[in-house]
T-cell receptor, first 116, second 112 residues
């Protein structure tokens, strides 16, 4: 399967715990995006990387959130000291730059976080 | 803040009918307007997209109509099928990075 892969698919945690999500993009895609989606809403942009560089962060990304893409391949999104308001689906997407860039973002199936 | 307003929030249509979803945007700097389809438990997937220099684009049963002067664009699903039951999101892109901003979504239910 050559799509975007996210793990874990579901995570239930207690308030105050730290959680980490992993995203493996499509292999030739150099851009990687994190979005958050709450029930009944559209995805909200959190941050994106081009290769290993984090180029933009949303104001939604509080200091409890950190994202990395150390070698320009997979990425991790860590949430420290989770709060109930962090409960959401965390979506990862990837895209490619250059002549083959159609503007399309390819999304994974998401990691659902429930904070008790 | 939401810079694209999507309506309606939900829609019920009979099989074979036409589903119409509308989006209004504010900023003329946006250069790409895609529609994404999302099934429960899945990530969004690109359905069809248009650039502002084109007024209409059709792919199979799906058509985007774009009205630049009114700052509106819409998705028409012709001959709606039960398999089209999903949530549809309009979106726009502005600037570098392919970053998309999404509307609030329209949940479409096609009754057999």
């Amino acid at each position: 399967d050559t799509g975007v892969s996210q793990n874990p698919r579901h995570k239930i945690t207690k308030r105050g715990q730290n959680v980490t999500f992993r995203c493996d993009p499509i292999s030739e895609h150099n851009r990687l995006y994190w979005y958050r989606q709450t029930l009944g809403q559209g995805p909200e942009f959190l941050t994106y990387f081009q290769n290993e560089a984090q180029l933009e962060k949303s104001r939604l990304l509080s200091d409890r959130f950190s994202a990395e893409r150390p070698k320009g391949s997979f990425s991790t999104l860590e949430i420290q000291r989770t709060e109930q308001g962090d409960s959401a689906m965390y979506l990862c997407a990837s895209s490619i730059t250059g002549q083959t860039n159609t503007g399309e973002l390819f999304f994974g199936e998401g990691s659902r976080l429930t904070v008790l | 803040q939401q810079q694209v307003k999507q309506s309606p929030q939900s829609l019920i249509v009979q099989k074979g009918g036409i589903s119409i979803i509308n989006c209004a945007y504010e900023n003329t700097a946006f250069d790409y307007f895609p529609w994404y389809q999302q099934f429960p438990g899945k990530g969004p997937a690109l359905l069809i997209a248009i650039r502002p220099d084109v007024s209409e684009k059709k792919e199979g049963r799906f058509t985007i109509s774009f009205n630049k002067s009114a700052k509106q664009f819409s998705l028409h699903i012709m001959d709606s099928q039960p398999g089209d039951s999903a949530t549809y999101f309009c979106a726009y892109r502005r600037g570098a990075g392919n970053k998309l901003t999404f509307g609030g979504g329209t949940r479409v239910l096609v009754k057999p």
